[in-house]
C-alpha cells in the first residue's frame, strides 16, 4: 500500500514538473513585449532634441529631455527583456541536428547577447544624461542591431521545421 501511494506521489511530482516547464516557455514567449522601432528611433533623435532645445525654455527642455530619457529606458529595458528571451528560446535551436539551423540559432544567441550587453550600456549613458541634460549619449546602434536580430529570429523560425521559435513576430 505505502509502495502504491509513493509511485502515485511520484507521478504526480512528475506531471506538475512537467506543467511548471510547460507554463514557464508559454509565459517566457508571452513576456515578449513588441517595440515600436521608429518611434525609438524618434526618442533618439538628435536634430529633434536640438530643435526643441532651441524652441523651449531651459527649464521646460530640461523638464522634457528628463521624460523622454524616462521613456527611452522603457525602451530600453524592453528590447533587453526580449533579447534575453529570444537568447533563452534560442537555446534548444542552437542544438538542433541540421547545421543551417543551429548556425542560425547561433547567430541568433550572439545577436541576443550583444544587444543585452548594448542595453546595458545604453542605460548608463541615459542615466548619465538624466543627471546632466547637456549631455548627448545616444545609444544610436541599438536599433539596427535589434532589427538585425528580429530578421535573423525570423529566418530561424522560417528555418525550423516545428517552428518552435514564434518569437519573430512577437518582438
Not at 513585449?33 to 529633434?48: G, I, K, N, S
Not at 527649464?59 to 528628463?66: A, D, E, P, T, Y
Not at 529595458?77 to 528571451?85: E, F, G, K, P
Not at 543627471?131 to 522560417?158: C, F, H, I, K
Amino acid at each position: 500500500m505505502i509502495t502504491v501511494i509513493v509511485i502515485a506521489l511520484a507521478l504526480c511530482a512528475v506531471v506538475l514538473f512537467y506543467m511548471a516547464v510547460r507554463n514557464r516557455r508559454k509565459q517566457a514567449v508571452q513576456s515578449l513585449r513588441p517595440v515600436d522601432l521608429a518611434a525609438f528611433h524618434t526618442l533618439l533623435d538628435r536634430d529633434d532634441e536640438l530643435f526643441i532645445k532651441e524652441k523651449l525654455p531651459r527649464s521646460k527642455f530640461v523638464r522634457l529631455k528628463r521624460h523622454r530619457i524616462r521613456v527611452t529606458v522603457r525602451y530600453v529595458a524592453r528590447i533587453a527583456s526580449n533579447a534575453s528571451t529570444v537568447l533563452h528560446e534560442s537555446e534548444n535551436a542552437r542544438l538542433s541536428p541540421t547545421p543551417e539551423v543551429a548556425s542560425t540559432a547561433e547567430q541568433v544567441m550572439e545577436l541576443a547577447a550583444q544587444i543585452r550587453v548594448q542595453c546595458m550600456l545604453a542605460i548608463f549613458k541615459l542615466s548619465l544624461e538624466y543627471a546632466m541634460p547637456s549631455l548627448q549619449l545616444t545609444p544610436a546602434m541599438l536599433v539596427p542591431t535589434y532589427q538585425t536580430l528580429r530578421e535573423n529570429v525570423r529566418r530561424l523560425g522560417d528555418l525550423q521545421t516545428q517552428n518552435a521559435i514564434p518569437l519573430a513576430n512577437a518582438i
